[in-house]
């Protein structure tokens, strides 16, 4: 008896508590309800102040409310370390040294969703640990030239390949409750003049090029954020910008999140408060690299933004759309009691961050099938260059991370092979010190007072007694290479590498070549050396991935996101000359339109070096007769292809089987072939698997322009089963109706 009276009492303590909560905080009342009514409690001043920075990093809640601040970090490879409030020096915090995952280039040469879920959950993890509810990532921003210096932070130069990849990632990193934020929408597609360059390009081009990938996020991936870029498109800059932010992110793709803008990226208050911004962040009274306390009271969305409300001059609302915004991102986030508490540089991240490192390196070149080296049977391998000591997660920017640790290459492979053969390693050439970035110095152990020469002979001499040769060079994070704010200022590779490679090569012909970069580069050396393998940036474990390939441990899946083009002027934005790229006065026009990465190698007949989608195995795989379930597809139907894909060699290996769809008679120039699906399979040795593909008409569909809208035209297109994109295997034609 007692005890039920007990419980009475705490039913209707429970039932009184639940009725004296507030609305905003009920969690289940529906999203738009709590928004309404956390709106109804807030000043006018409380509003303002959710619309601008407080720090560098973070803006303000609603601290009446009880609605913590919002706390951005990069981005997009680990979680950046911690810095002062007011300063972008380190904070110098003991406890913020985060797992380095690959970068995003990697990502996209894993052609592997899987991979992009794994790495989406598990960096998702190390910020909502971190008590971030924003990561400033992903990058999607379309790989137009590889001079661009940003690229290592996107996925590559298709549409269809960067929007597949980026929904699982997005969707990770949102399942801890951490909103992913894309970036940077849109059109940031170099970093010469970053800040004005205005870009002019065909509606086709960008709904069928550079859109793409930030629809799929959007509509698909359901981001809660999304961040302005800093350039020009049609004369308004992206952060501020009629056309981008309200006309195709709101109206057309029904965007209800956040638009944060890129730091430093607001211009004007009046464009800023009525062009669809919600959040101003990194704006600098006095620029981007100087600042002065208590700047963010003159933040364009600050105090004049205040001041314009209190007038009348612009109306509640346009502020109130902006916290319903930002209240939806804190109700997703902070104010989600359900969300995971998160993980950080834990030993599970460390084995995620080698798997997908693992799943994207990709086999450019092997003939004699030089690679792998039998572990059992090296005595002597010499290891060669730069990259296979330097630090590569730090510098380049603002992806620039502090490791718990990173394992270099050389530590990699003198890991692998201890107890077995002898490792002896040369420099072979030398970069330049930079110093480190974010306090964390790279140079000790880089100095180096030999001369070039002296190092390419040691080099030689070490190369020419040994039973192996690995070469590890490439680009680094330094300006001018893979690096935010610069780009490359030429296509080869820097530091008198070419010229060493090719030594390398005449005095040992059991050379494997491994370029660690973020970008395509020129390899006029390409025919002396029998091996050649793309690493990319692989982050904490890039040591641990690339032995465990060169020794056959993995065996290599990756294919390449994007083209390597044999000269520079062979690539599309840079065949046009300066008006196209890097633009002249400030203006930037997209000729080469919607022929970009493979569609222009192909459209104009250029053999590129190694083409989009290739990459080899240690096994090899035999591609059957494509077939199609129908004839004719209605186009309100669908229609699915099989293939069957046989490893014929003696290695359990992954291929990813591409397919292309060719539109044989269009009213508008159309590419050669755009990919349209692709699938990576597991195979045993002798083992057979079927792969399908179902498209729809939207695979057949163009952007046309006059109509404002995807048309596809009645009539024949080839379906194309494709090893890479210059590697058709099998093709079957079919009818849209
Ligand atoms: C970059 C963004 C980055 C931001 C914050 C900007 O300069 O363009 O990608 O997220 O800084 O560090």
Redesign the pocket.
């Known amino acids: 008896m007692k005890r039920l009276l007990l419980l009475s009492v705490l039913a209707f303590s429970l039932l009184g508590y639940a009725q004296s909560l507030p609305i905003y905080l009920d969690e289940s009342k529906p999203m738009e309800a709590r928004i309404n009514d956390a709106l109804s409690r807030m000043t006018l001043e409380e509003k303002v102040a959710m619309c601008h920075a407080q720090s560098k ?1 973070s803006s303000r809640g609603v601290p009446s409310l009880g609605i913590p601040d919002n706390w ?1 970090s ?2 997009p490879h680990g979680i ?1 370390a911690e810095v002062k409030w007011d300063e972008w020096n380190q904070a110098g915090w003991t406890n913020d040294s985060c797992m380095a995952f690959p970068a995003l280039t990697r990502l996209a040469a894993s052609w592997n969703p899987e991979m992009s879920l794994l790495y989406g959950k598990s960096i998702g993890a190390e910020a909502r640990y971190r008590n971030k509810n924003v990561l ?2 992903p ?1 999607v921003n379309i790989y137009r030239t590889p001079l661009n210096g ?1 690229n290592f ?1 996107y996925l590559g130069e298709d549409p269809y390949l960067s929007s597949r990849m980026v929904i699982p990632y997005i969707q990770g990193v949102q399942s801890n409750g951490v909103a992913a ?1 894309v ?2 929408f849109a059109l ?1 597609n170099q970093e010469v003049d ?1 800040h004005e360059v205005n870009v002019t390009v065909s509606d086709r081009a960008l709904y069928e090029i550079y859109l793409p990938a930030f629809k799929a996020a959007v509509t698909e991936g359901h981001a809660w954020a999304i ?1 302005g ?2 350039n020009k498109y049609k004369n308004q800059w992206c952060c501020q910008n009629q056309y981008t932010l309200q006309d195709i992110l709101r109206k057309e793709w029904n965007f209800d999140g956040v638009v944060v803008s ?4 607001v211009n004007n208050t009046m464009e800023a408060a009525t062009r669809g911004l919600d959040m101003e ?2 704006t600098w009274t006095n620029g ?1 690299t100087e600042g002065y306390s208590n700047a963010y009271d003159n933040y364009f969305l600050a105090n004049s933004f205040l001041n314009l409300l209190r007038t009348n001059k612009l109306n509640e609302d346009i502020v109130n759309q902006k916290v319903r915004n930002i209240l939806r991102l804190c109700f997703r986030t902070t104010m989600n009691s359900h969300r995971p508490f998160g993980e950080f540089a834990s030993k599970a991240h460390g084995d995620a961050a080698r798997k997908i490192a693992e799943d994207g390196i990709v086999l450019l070149q092997n003939r004699g099938d030089v690679l792998p080296f039998n572990p059992d049977k090296v005595k002597k391998v010499a290891v060669i260059g730069e990259n296979a000591i330097r630090m590569m997660t730090v510098g380049g ?3 620039s991370l502090k490791v718990r640790y990173e394992i270099s290459p050389l530590q990699g492979i003198s890991q692998r092979l201890s107890g077995k053969a002898e490792v002896i390693y040369a420099r072979g050439y030398k970069g330049e010190l930079k110093g480190g970035q974010d306090g964390i110095n790279t140079d000790a152990g880089l100095v180096e007072n030999r001369s070039e020469s002296e190092l390419a002979a040691e080099a030689v001499k070490v190369a020419k007694e040994a039973d192996a040769v690995i070469f590890i060079g490439g680009l680094n994070k330094n300006d001018h290479q893979d690096c ?2 610069v780009d490359r200022e030429s296509y080869g590779l820097p530091y008198g590498q070419d010229a060493l490679i090719s030594q390398l090569a005449k005095v040992n012909k059991n050379l494997a070549v491994v370029i660690i970069s973020g970008n395509a580069v020129a390899m006029p050396w390409v025919k002396e050396v029998p091996s050649i393998v793309e690493s990319w940036y692989l982050g904490s474990e890039a040591g641990n991935a690339i032995a465990a390939t060169l020794f056959g441990d993995v065996n290599p899946s990756g294919k390449l996101p994007f083209t390597f083009p044999v000269r520079l002027e062979d690539n599309c934005a840079n065949f046009y000359g300066p008006e196209a790229y890097p633009g002249v006065n400030k203006e930037e026009k997209y000729a080469e339109d919607i022929f970009v990465g493979y569609r222009w190698n192909e459209i104009k007949k250029i053999t590129p070096l190694f083409a989009f989608g290739h990459g080899l195995s240690y096994t090899k795989f035999k591609y059957g007769k494509l077939t199609a379930d129908h004839s004719t597809m209605n186009s309100d139907g669908s229609i699915t292809f099989s293939i069957d894909i046989t490893n014929i060699g003696s290695r359990t290996g992954s291929e990813v089987v591409q397919l292309y769809i060719s539109d044989l008679k269009c009213s508008l120039p159309r590419p050669v072939k755009e990919l349209k699906a692709f699938d990576k399979v597991s195979l045993n040795p002798g083992e057979t698997k079927t792969v399908h593909f179902t498209i729809n008409k939207d695979a057949l569909s163009f952007f046309d322009a006059a109509k404002h809208a995807w048309v596809a035209e009645p009539g024949m297109f080839k379906a194309h089963a494709a090893a890479a994109s210059d590697d058709v295997r099998s093709s079957v034609e079919f009818q849209l109706k």
């Open positions: 990093f951005m990069d981005g950046r400033l990532g990058g940003r932070e934020c970036k940077h940031n970053r961040m870029s800093y890129d730091w430093g990226g962040f990194g981007l920017g603002s992806s935010e704010g």
